[in-house]
C-alpha cells in the first residue's frame, strides 16, 4: 500500500472517532422517542463532527505529522502528544471565540480544552495504527 494512500486512510480514520463520540450518543438518546427517525438528526450531528475534525486534522494533525516524520520522530507517544495538543488549542480558541473574543484566555477556556485533548489522542493514535498497517515503513526504513 502506497504512503500516500495510508495517509489519506490515516487521516480518515481519525476524523472517524469524534464522528463516532458525537453520533452514536446522538441516536441512542433520540431512538427511543423517535425510533427509526432517529437516524436523520443522526447522520446530521456525525457529518457535522466529522467534516470539522477533518478540517483540524488536514489543517494542524498533517503538519505536525509531516514536521514529526521528517525529524524521523513518528511514534506512538507522539502521535498521543500531538493530538492532544492539536485538539485542546482548537477548543480552547473555540471556546474563545464563543465566548465573543474576550481578551485573554480565561480558566473555562482552558478546561473546555480537556475533553477535547483526550478526543485528539485518541484520534491521532487511530491515525498511528492506520498508518502503520502492513507495508507502512520500518523503523530502518524510516531512519535512513
Known amino acids: 500500500m502506497g504512503e500516500k494512500l495510508r495517509l489519506t486512510m490515516a487521516m480518515l480514520a481519525a476524523a472517524l472517532i469524534p464522528a463516532a463520540y458525537f453520533g452514536v450518543p446522538e441516536f441512542l438518546d433520540q431512538y427511543p422517542l423517535y ?34 516524520r521528517r525529524h524521523k ?27 465573543g473574543g474576550a481578551p485573554g484566555l480565561t480558566w473555562q477556556n482552558l478546561a473546555d480544552g480537556l475533553p477535547a485533548g483526550g478526543l485528539g489522542m485518541a484520534s491521532a ?15 530502518s526504513a524510516i531512519t535512513k
Open 73 to 99: 520522530l513518528v511514534r506512538w507517544w507522539t502521535a498521543l502528544l500531538a493530538g492532544f495538543v492539536g485538539a485542546y488549542v482548537t477548543m480552547a480558541l473555540f471556546g474563545l471565540w464563543l465566548d
Open 35 to 68: 425510533g427509526a427517525a432517529a437516524i436523520q438528526p443522526t447522520i446530521v450531528v456525525t457529518a457535522i463532527a466529522f467534516l470539522f475534525s477533518a478540517v483540524v486534522i488536514v489543517a494542524l494533525g498533517l503538519p505536525a505529522f509531516l514536521l514529526l
Open 125 to 139: 493514535l487511530a491515525a498511528w495504527a492506520v498508518w502503520r498497517l502492513p507495508g507502512a515503513p520500518t523503523k
